[in-house]
């Protein structure tokens, strides 16, 4: 009897043949926006952390308890080598950096301005950052070139304005040691780098981190360890397995990890802020086809009222009737999610090779570090959750029709 209930249903959904044709596309393309739309989404907040961590910030950071909410020369890792010797050892750790920072007064031959000073290795700096491929202006960190004598220093696009340098003139800081004593000294500018976020541009310098410690007093401290992961996904596992072999203190100075998040939190709002408004969107959009989804339901069931009361004449029972209704909603949706999963999951894998470039969005992308074009990534998540939620709320509302195939009465539809 079962069998019999399949094929009949799998003969009643195309006896109206464009009707059904438009219900399985209606589906199909709500499945196929709901797959793309996702993907981009996913691969755009992907591009934006990794865009962004790998401009400063890294996947994590170890730092001195505090450091992050109150920024202080004084708050510093005093052994960094003895973190070394761990982080050596874990796989999920694509690459790692010491930076040392602080504030201090840059001054050019003409003007003078307050930025954070950042000392970076400039050997390592290149594997967890992408300051090396800003540089827009002038060269890296040159190891063999010592500058006359005077330390090479990289400054962003906008301070450099301000200043009004160019690569080749000199820079001064002026600031205060970790001692307490005035830590000074004349740079030369090697080179100009821009980020694309103002900010960033507009109020930081690097400098090589021997040369930081030096002249600020550091000995052998850093203020930060910054460390990439080999993926996103590995962030949380590598954060359990720093926290859990991570030595608990270093000279009375107590250590925490910090993910990309907890370092950059405004951007993790405006990742959430964009998943909340997207998600009401897609509610609207699922509504919308599983009203036109029930509004096709029920005008099938309304066509077939003869053919209904002739079953329950012949003692067909009702709850059949409507098993087969529900079986024949089953066959549509189906039919329709998994069309619209296969062509969402082509188009998607389409731009995932080639990109979307967003022309008019190119100055508000760049305050995340994100250049104008954006890859889509197809996930099992991406792929099915959308299109999971079409077909239960579809097969939600053909209960309504089904139910209603119930209550019929033959001789109520004999008088129709």
């Known amino acids: 009897m079962f069998l019999i209930d399949i094929k009949m249903a799998w003969r009643n959904i195309w006896r109206n043949p464009r009707r059904t044709l438009l219900t399985i596309l209606a589906v199909g393309f709500a499945c196929l926006l709901l797959v793309f739309m996702l993907s981009f989404q996913f691969g755009s907040y992907a591009t934006m952390i990794d865009s962004s961590v790998k401009i400063h910030t890294g996947h994590l950071q170890i730092q001195a308890e505090g450091y992050q909410e109150d920024p202080g020369i004084r708050k510093a890792i005093a052994k960094p080598e003895r973190i070394s010797s761990l982080l050596d050892t874990l796989h999920q750790i694509a690459a790692y950096s010491f930076r040392a920072e602080t504030h201090a007064l840059v001054s050019s031959e003409r003007r003078s301005y307050g930025a954070l000073v950042v000392g970076v290795d400039p050997e390592q700096e290149f594997r967890v950052s992408s300051l090396e491929s800003l ?35 000199e820079l001064t800081l002026l600031g205060q040691g970790r001692d307490g004593s005035i830590g000074a000294t004349v740079l030369r500018v090697s080179g100009i780098y821009s980020s694309g976020m103002d900010e960033f541009d507009r109020s930081v310098v690097h400098i090589p981190l021997q040369v930081f410690q030096d002249v600020f007093s550091m000995g052998r401290a850093v203020h930060r360890i910054v460390i990439l992961a080999r993926s996103l996904g590995q962030v949380s596992g590598l954060e359990a397995a720093l926290e859990r072999e991570l030595p608990k ?48 339901f029920l005008m099938a069931v309304f066509e077939r009222f003869r053919e209904f009361g002739v079953m329950l004449a012949i003692g067909v029972k009702p709850g059949r009737i409507s098993r087969l209704v529900l079986t024949e909603s089953v066959f549509l949706a189906l039919i329709g999610v998994s069309s619209g999963i296969m062509a969402g999951c082509l188009v998607t894998m389409f731009f995932q090779s080639h990109g979307i470039r967003l022309g008019g969005t190119e100055e508000l992308l760049q305050q995340f570090g994100i250049s104008g074009r954006i890859y889509p990534q197809l996930s099992l998540l991406s792929a099915g959750l959308g299109p999971l939620l079409v077909l239960g709320i579809t097969m939600i509302t053909a209960l309504y029709p089904a139910l209603k195939v119930r209550k019929l009465r033959p001789g109520v539809l004999a008088v129709k």
Not at 143 to 152: E, T, V
Not at 257 to 285: C, N, R
């Open 135 to 169: 540089i827009t202006t002038g060269r890296y960190f040159d190891p063999q070139n010592d500058n006359d004598g005077l330390a090479p220093v990289l400054v962003g696009r906008l301070l450099a304005r301000n200043l009004q340098i160019e690569p080749g003139d």
């Open 249 to 296: 203190d270093l000279e009375s100075a107590k250590l925490q990890v910090l993910t990309w998040d907890e370092l950059q939190p405004g951007l993790k709002q405006a990742i959430s802020l964009d998943l909340i408004s997207g998600a009401i969107f897609y509610l609207i959009l699922i509504l919308v086809v599983a009203f036109s989804i029930m509004n096709t």
